[in-house]
């Protein structure tokens, strides 16, 4: 965007990325078609856009109450959504309201200038805060930090650097190695713009169907989600390019932070929440024709439905602000949420698909139950209370090994016991404790487990233990488990269930089956009377064979 004497020149991003082709604006109409028919589009950018437009009309006509009032109302209802559009105009309007008219159009340039030039300033701003927080994110090892996006928020969507992008060229420029996930953002496709944007800044970027991220964000080759936004509510909703909650909703679920970038005007504190946020409905032709190159090079459109087929074509969605980890704006990243330290985001929804297997075992029910794994300086808990199936990944608790904890659940109640074995048994992984029917009801008769299997071996010894009753989530049950797991990987707690550890939670939830299955056999076992025991030397024969037990056997 360039001034040229009393007429604005923009450059056409309906051209883009085929074509780069400017456009001069010397009328209102002209810069509310432009604003409309998204020719400039980035909630930032169409506020400085808008703001010019207003000099616009006032200098190529009268500057009085009367020109002033029809020129906001035009330019008003060009994009609904987007609060910086508002913003912008409410601004023009108390900066020219109180002139008399012949000093409007002077004051009007000045300060729509001074809009663009503080645009700019908060984008190099959100850039720099951007920038620390990928700093302080972990890569997985062997690569660049991955950022996914959705639509565009770079260069092309303001008069800097951009808001969601701006992290991005800050890192870049430093010298960190960063790649970017592009979502092509249909329909208008403004994914394309954000490829061609980071082409021309040399930055390693991969252009996706709208419809991987998900699958792309559950194995993990997503570090951070970061977007822009067109309205805030007070509340923390945030309407961006329909797609946007659909990320978020994915990010939640593989544990992978979700940002929103945006400068202070994006914020309207007006609007209490999302539901009250206006979103605009386009036309049905954008659903129906994608543009492209034809195979000949040359711009085209290609029809996509066939006649008589019906689209809906919202602009925008809404994002909960219970969604979102925090707001990177100009003054700071806003409400942002403590952050999992390396590895934690893959170990995430691994716990919480064991948590919800154990359950379809029936090894718990209800809330019963948890699991945790061993993760750096400390480990991955299940919240308390919180069913499985209604949980996220984004809900697991991580702890460090004082017992301090991040996030916005609270860990289960028998953190101790998983802590104190994490402090004390270095092979240990993860844990699983299970309120299972079997293993609950010898634990009720607070009986050990005797030799009656060769797979009581598997555990450990020639028993598997009871531990002595106390009270849960205390420090006496802990230290009373701790007595039971001696040479044991697995025990009974009295009156309450079972307790195993693995080297990791795959191994540990089999660990658990296993254990419940023995559980059965032995009170199966139990109903003509005593089952016979094996011998100690049967037993001392079989913890051997499982010390080797499923490693290959090589011969000379």
């Known amino acids: 965007m360039i001034l040229d004497g009393d007429a604005l020149v923009i450059l056409d991003q309906t051209r883009l990325p085929w074509r780069v082709e400017e456009r001069r604006l010397v009328t209102l109409e002209d810069v509310a078609e432009a604003i409309s028919a998204m020719r400039v589009r980035g909630a930032p950018l169409i506020g400085c856009v808008a703001a010019f437009g207003v000099a616009v009309a006032l200098t190529k ?133 954000t490829a061609w944007e980071l082409a021309a800044a040399g930055i390693k970027h991969t252009l996706i169907a709208d419809n991987a991220a998900g699958l ?64 605009e409905e386009r ?69 919480l698909a064991v948590a919800r297997t154990l359950k379809e075992h029936r090894l718990n029910v209800g809330a019963s139950g948890n699991v945790s794994a061993r993760c750096d300086d400390g480990f991955l808990i299940t919240p308390s209370g919180l069913l499985p199936e209604r949980g996220s990944a984004a809900d697991m608790v991580w702890m460090k090994m004082d017992g301090t904890y991040a996030g916005e659940l609270a860990p289960s109640s028998e953190w101790r016991i998983h802590r104190d074995i994490y402090a004390s048994v270095p092979e240990a992984g993860a844990v699983v404790h299970a309120h299972s029917p079997f293993a609950t009801a010898l634990a009720c008769q607070r009986v050990d487990i005797p030799p009656f299997h060769y797979m009581i071996a598997l555990f450990g010894g020639d028993s598997v233990r009871c531990a002595a009753y106390a009270t849960f989530g205390t420090e006496a049950l802990s230290k009373n488990v701790l007595l039971a797991l001696a040479g044991r990987n697995a025990c009974l ?55 080797h037990y499923g490693a290959r056997e090589f011969k000379q």
């Open 61 to 193: 006509g009268k500057a009085d109450d009367v020109a002033l009032d029809h020129a906001l109302t035009v330019l008003r209802a060009t994009r609904p959504t987007a609060v910086n559009l508002m913003w912008a105009l409410d601004r023009m309007d108390a900066r020219l309201r109180p002139l008399v008219p012949a000093a409007r159009p002077e004051a009007a340039w000045a300060e729509a200038e001074a809009i663009r030039a503080e645009d700019a300033a908060m984008c190099a701003a959100i850039g720099a805060h951007g920038l620390a927080l990928l700093r302080g994110l972990p890569a997985r090892e062997g690569r660049a930090l991955r950022v996914m996006t959705h639509c565009n928020a770079g260069r092309l969507a303001t008069a800097g650097m951009g808001t969601a992008l701006a992290p991005i060229y800050a890192a870049h420029a430093e010298g960190l190695a960063v790649e970017v996930f592009v979502s092509e953002t249909r329909p208008r496709n403004q994914g394309l713009l």
């Open 283 to 351: 036309a049905e032709e954008e659903v129906f024709f994608v543009d492209g190159l034809d195979g000949e090079g040359c711009p085209g459109r290609l029809r996509l439905a066939s006649e008589g087929t019906r689209a809906a074509n919202p602009a925008f969605d809404v994002t909960p602000a219970s969604l979102v980890s925090g707001f990177i704006t100009e003054r700071g990243i806003i409400g942002d949420r403590p952050r999992l330290p390396t590895g934690n985001r893959g170990l995430s929804p691994i716990i």
């Open 493 to 547: 707690l009295a009156n309450h269930g079972m307790l195993v550890y693995g080297r990791d939670p795959a191994h540990a939830l089999a660990q658990a089956i296993e254990l419940e299955s023995l559980c059965e056999q032995y009170w199966r076992a139990c109903q003509p009377g005593p089952p016979v025991l094996l011998s100690e030397k049967e037993m001392a024969e079989a913890m051997e064979r499982f010390r």
């Open 216 to 279: 792309l964000l559950m194995r993990g080759e997503v570090d951070v989600v970061i977007v822009g936004a067109d309205r805030i509510a007070a509340n923390g909703d945030t309407a961006n390019k329909v797609g946007t909650y659909l990320k978020a909703l994915a990010a939640r679920e593989a544990g992978v932070p979700f940002y929103v970038a945006a400068p202070a005007s994006t914020f309207d504190a007006e609007t209490p929440c999302g539901e009250a946020i206006p979103v």
